[in-house]
């Protein structure tokens, strides 16, 4: 059978593990919880890393699982202008570039610090990130997050913070800087609302690696560990637009 994984929160995420398995979610908790991995590793040799470790323990006491994935969601994290509808769906960079640079000078109150900006977006950004992604297919995207809780935990998951500031809006912000002397990430930033737009796919479902990603997840809040980055993955649309038609949410914070 199929079925959808959504990793909004915990108790989706719970609910998807335990029906995929169909087990209660009160048995999968009660295993979970119950498994200190830090103290498996202490005191015996295992050759595998941990979440696959916790994967094979699972499946030992509940089996393979029944029910596929076959629709993933994913979290987009940005940060935009209030207004922002994703009308056009969420885009790749090369489309999106243009419009990133309408909205950054339309925010900006100050006339002098616009034509700065203007004359940045039309003779090249003296930024080294910025020109590594800029017209690179390899960097197009979008971009997107398994686990929404993953957003509020940049650090800790080694995950670049784009509730904060989208890499290449910081980029620019870098550039400027170099370009000016002055700094204006933060009032960009203040200009911005950040935002998490939900939505669907059929084409990315893996499933083998997705449950240990919400296996990991799951354990991780089961025993209130902090979360690392084995407990969420990424996904790359790799240039593709992700329509509008597949936006299940768009939250700003």
Known sequence: MSATLDCENYDSSIKCLADAYAA????VEALLSALDLEEEYRTRKIPVPSDEYLAGLFQS???RPVHVWDNIYWFHLTRVPAN???AEGILPLR????KIWSALISVQDDARKRAILERLRDTGV????YK???????????????VRESAFHSAAMWNHDYLKMPEIIEDICNGYERHSGERICDEIANALKPCIVKFEDSDSADDRHLM????????SKCRNEELCHLANTCFDAKGKIIPRSAIRKI???
């Open 24 to 27: 209660k979610i009160s048995d």
């Open 61 to 63: 006491r509940f089996g």
């Open 84 to 86: 922002t509808d994703f």
């Open 95 to 98: 489309l999106a570039l243009e």
């Open 126 to 129: 003296p930024d080294y990130q």
């Open 132 to 146: 590594l992604k800029a017209g690179v297919p390899l960097h197009d995207g979008p971009y997107a997050m398994l």
């Open 212 to 219: 240990h990603v919400v296996l990991y997840y799951c354990w």
């Open 251 to 253: 939250e700003f914070l």
